[in-house]
């Protein structure tokens, strides 16, 4: 298995909190991005990064940012917590020239 | 615009049968394409990819997907399904962006029961 953790695996908050969700990856990989899943939706890509400090917008980013300050972490917050925000967030890192995604074990936030 | 669609939303199979789960993707250029699978409560894990050369590729857990051009289409199979196989199937299309996948579009999944 790729070595990428998340945490918390778990988390429950309130409406109107911050939260950040950590990944944390060991293989040293120049690619990381944020999903989020939501049933009949399969997977959305919320923000990626292309290196340290360079990251870009997804498909469903807004009340989302991100940072990556390490080569091994990449940080999603939600700034003001919405239920509608209310998912199961993965991460996913990929090597340069291998063109090939590999995710993480995944964070289930509950906003309520 | 890239499009997934897997016009399956649930299958149920009986153990030892064959499975063919379907995939098709909307895209201008070669797609690089991919089948993910997720076990409940796990992350997505790779099954197999295609990005060009031989239209039939062997993944893991002895699944095979063929890439059909004419018919956009990038089908999963299996010639004889396990009760371990039972999960969500994603299929994904990417591109690629000069060093990176950069965004995969995923279909919305097919999940797949399998009976004794």
């Known amino acids: 298995d790729a070595g990428i953790t998340q945490s918390p695996r778990h988390k429950v908050t309130e409406t109107g909190t911050p939260v950040t969700l950590r990944c944390h990856q060991t293989?040293?990989?120049?690619?990381m991005y944020w999903y989020r899943q939501d049933p009949g939706h399969g997977l959305r890509l919320i923000h990626y990064s292309y290196g340290v400090k360079d990251t870009d917008k997804g498909e469903v980013s807004d009340g989302y940012s991100v940072s990556r300050s390490k080569t091994e972490d990449f940080l999603l917050t939600l700034e003001s917590a919405t239920s509608s925000q209310t998912s199961v967030y993965f991460c996913?890192?990929?090597?340069?020239?291998?063109?090939?995604?590999?995710f993480g074990p995944g964070t289930r936030l509950t906003v309520l | 615009a890239q499009s997934v669609t897997q016009p399956d939303i649930h299958i149920t199979v009986s153990e030892g049968a064959s499975l063919e789960l379907r995939c098709n993707y909307s895209y201008g250029a070669t797609p690089y394409l991919f089948w993910y699978v997720q076990s409940p409560g796990q992350g997505l894990q790779l099954l197999l990819k295609?990005?060009?050369?031989?239209?039939l590729v062997q993944g893991i857990k002895g699944f095979e997907a063929e890439f059909k051009r004419s018919q956009s289409s990038f089908n999963l199979r299996k010639p004889s399904v396990h009760w371990s196989d039972a999960a969500e199937y994603f299929c994904a299309v990417g591109q690629n962006y000069g060093g990176s996948q950069g965004n995969l579009i995923f279909g919305k999944g097919t999940k797949l029961s399998v009976k004794p």
């Open positions: 295609y990005f060009s050369g031989d239209t």
């Open positions: 996913a890192i990929e090597g340069d020239g291998t063109d090939t995604q590999y």
């Open positions: 293989e040293n990989h120049r690619y």
